[in-house]
Nanobody, 125 residues
Framework: QVQLVESGGGLVQAGGSLRLSCAAS????????MGWFRQAPGKEREFVAT????????YYTDSVKGRFTISRDSTGNTVYLEMSSLKPEDTAVYYC??????????????????WGQGTQVTVSS
């Protein structure tokens, strides 16, 4: 059974930092793109960042560029999201997702096959 389990969320003051982790298990994730999404109350889920299986390609939504960093461990099965200079508007439930890419270096996927349950990030002003 495939599982994506997020951890690392919490309450932090504006300007602070958090590190989210996503542990994937239940299958081999070779060629899988891993991504982070978030959903704030009353809003639709939005893309935050993706990383290719090889780690060579990374994409970010404009609002987090320069503040967030996505990375992946050597096995490819654990993905991290380092968040710094956090703002109240970053408050959301953060979700990890996995989708098959066309190659190990592809940072895009046609669809997201697996999702985690989410972890809450709250940034106070």
């Amino acid at each position: 059974q495939v599982q994506l389990v997020e951890s690392g969320g919490g309450l932090v003051q504006a300007g602070g930092s958090l590190r989210l982790s996503c542990a994937a298990s239940g299958r081999t994730f070779t060629n899988y793109v891993m991504g982070w999404f978030r959903q704030a109350p009353g809003k639709e889920r939005e893309f935050v960042a993706t990383i290719s299986w090889s780690g060579s390609r990374r994409y970010y939504t404009d609002s987090v560029k320069g503040r967030f960093t996505i990375s992946r461990d050597s096995t490819g099965n654990t993905v991290y999201l380092e968040m710094s200079s956090l703002k109240p508007e970053d408050t959301a439930v953060y979700y990890c997702a996995a989708g098959l890419g066309s190659s190990a270096s592809s940072g895009v996927t046609a669809r997201w096959d697996y999702w985690g349950q989410g972890t809450q990030v709250t940034v106070s002003s």
